[in-house]
């Protein structure tokens, strides 16, 4: 099937002129992306609120079918990957828009359209221009093929993963015991904790602890939910315990990531 043409790319990182485009430039260090060109093993990319790319890095761009960055501005995920996949990426895309919510390690398949699959682990967080409208989405995606795991323990960390968000969800104050996670996991404790390191470079336990914090960060930076409630809804004793976890795995209290965030 013939793939529209992209609009016009313009500057030195290809950034296109479209309004909503624009936008979301202005929001964005240009610094920064100019950095993420010098990753070999992440994709990044940035997209406007209509699902287009604006900006993407040359590991993006080695992953399509396409051999330019002008070539894969301006697209959508339909026209670069097979439609199974786009459809996720999307709906994916959609959820952090109609909920302002940043999505973090998501285990995900990424396969170009005609070409060769391999496992990322995937961040995605909405942009806002300076009078705090949506003005699209940044994205990272890092590749794990160095790690050597096959399709099998990629799956179960995937359903893993699913699994703890899920008992956040609904059960934040019951702790999970490494028998539960591997209960997730489809495996045995021992395999379990192979898998784990193996992917994510963490203990059972040290994901878990990870994901929690990952979702207060979430909570602290999108909203005013008091800080006891914030440590109650990630599964956390009380706000003194909370504070522990989250300075030593952070670099600073709940309080002060707060601040800094609102300040950004």
Known sequence: MPHPAPPPAVGPLGGPPWPAAEALLAAMARTTVALMDELNEVMFCAKDVSGRYVLVNRTFVHRTNERSRRQVVGRRARDLFVPELAERYEAQDAEVLRGGRPLRGELELIRRLGGSAGWYLT???????????????????????????????????????????????RSPDV???VRDLAAMAGCTPAVLERRVKQVFGLSPRQLVLRTRVDRAADLLTGGTTPIVEVA???????????????????????????????RG
């Open 123 to 169: 961040s995605k967080l909405p942009v806002h221009d300076d009078d705090g409208h949506l003005v699209g989405i940044v994205s990272v995606s890092h590749d794990l093929r160095s790690r050597d795991a096959d399709d099998v323990t990629m799956d179960a960390m995937a359903r893993l993963r699913t699994a703890v968000d899920r008992h956040l969800d």
């Open 232 to 262: 109650a809804v990630t599964g956390f004793y009380d706000q003194a315990a909370f504070t522990r976890a989250f300075a030593r795995l952070t670099g600073e209290t709940p309080a002060s990531f707060r601040r800094r965030a609102r």
């Open 175 to 177: 702790a999970l015991t």
